[in-house]
């Protein structure tokens, strides 16, 4: 039910997204208000992903979940410079994105064969 009220909220307060442009560019607020709230909901994982890992600390698992939290914490990283990047807040280079993702990708992979290795 809590994850219902964080989503209504996200939904409701993405509407200010739609106030920042002009009437005439309607395909840049749909890629706004996409990017506002996979943004929030990254942040919402990233939360998590750091929570799971305090919490499996000590067990034989957090060496993959560490992999896992660090893969979700620098992909939301990379989605709030992305969107600051189109908010015309900063600039970032054109390669930033793709390096993000091949770290995500990285320590995905990682946190992936270390939980198989583990679990085998």
Request: glycine share 6%; proline share 2%; hydrophobic share 60%.
């Amino acid at each position: 039910m809590k994850f219902l009220k964080v989503i209504a909220i996200t939904l409701v307060t993405a509407t200010a997204a739609f106030c920042q442009q002009p009437l005439d560019s309607h395909g840049e607020n749909f890629v706004i208000v996409v990017d506002t709230l996979s943004l929030l909901m990254l942040l919402l994982t990233a939360y998590f992903a750091y929570e799971l890992y305090k919490m499996m600390r000590g067990g034989q698992l957090a060496k993959s979940w560490g992999f896992i939290s660090v893969a979700i914490i620098t992909f939301a990283f990379g989605k709030l410079a992305e969107v600051g990047w189109k908010g015309e807040f900063w600039v970032i280079p054109d390669w930033f994105s793709n390096v993000i993702n091949l770290f995500v990708a990285i320590f995905l992979a990682l946190g992936v064969f270390s939980q198989r290795k583990t679990l085998a």
